[in-house]
T-cell receptor, first 115, second 114 residues
């Protein structure tokens, strides 16, 4: 079946503008995750959803960052008043919700560039 | 907080050789899970192999195997008979039992030369 998809693939914006990044998980996957990958770095956890609820938002770097998920499907990560340090690749992953640690299946990411 | 360290920023080997990527981690927990992910230029992270800390036997997946040393908190990845398609960034990752987030290392850029 189809994998995790993300849109847009690339986004260039000006400092101070708001951006929305979209993630479509694998059908039937109840858990959804957002990570950030700065240039040359590993991935940093931002937030995850179980269904439409977000039990762990501990990785969101500031109150400019927010995320929502609807219909236990698509999720949107919103960054308000973007700053240059927000430039990164934003990766989304999804997994089945089981008692064991799930394999997280990643999308191709959205490369965000803030000028 | 858990941390994951990959001490080799870059590695390069010839095709068909065996290569070992290092990973160490820091945790006070006894039950946890470890992963190796591959990230080719397409940016899509692909799971290579996973290990449950309570299992003493090292995980293997075809040409990929791990050397899990729990006491030393070490989790290295061995790639046998390396292929050009193995060229990618490799990330080691940690997950606590009961948690859902992955904690990643900084990555090792592996190049397989023809």
């Amino acid at each position: 079946g189809a994998g995790v998809s993300q849109s847009p693939s690339n986004k260039v914006t000006e400092k101070g503008k708001d951006v929305e990044l979209r993630c479509d998980p694998i059908s039937g996957h109840t858990a959804l995750y957002w990570y950030r990958q700065r240039l040359g770095q590993g991935l940093e956890f931002l937030i995850y959803f179980q269904g439409n609820s977000a039990p762990d938002k501990s990785g969101l770097p500031s109150d400019r960052f927010s995320a929502e998920r609807t219909g236990e499907s698509v999720s949107t990560l919103t960054i308000q008043r973007t700053q240059q340090e927000d430039s990164a690749v934003y990766l989304c992953a999804s997994s089945l919700w089981t008692d064991l640690p799930d394999t997280q299946y990643f999308g191709p990411g959205t490369r965000l560039t803030v000028l | 907080a858990q941390t994951v360290t990959q001490s080799q920023p870059e590695m390069s080997v010839q095709e068909a050789e065996t290569v070992t990527l290092s990973c160490t981690y820091d945790t006070s927990e006894s039950n946890y899970y470890l992963f190796w992910y591959k990230q080719p230029p397409s940016r899509q992270m692909i799971l290579v192999i996973r290990q449950e800390a309570y299992k003493q036997q090292n995980a293997t997946e075809n040409r990929f195997s791990v050397n899990f040393q729990k006491a030393a908190k070490s989790f290295s990845l061995k790639i046998s008979d390396s292929q050009l398609g193995d060229t990618a960034m490799y990330f080691c990752a940690f997950m606590s039992q009961g948690a859902q987030k992955l904690v990643f290392g900084q990555g090792t850029r592996l190049t397989i030369n023809p």
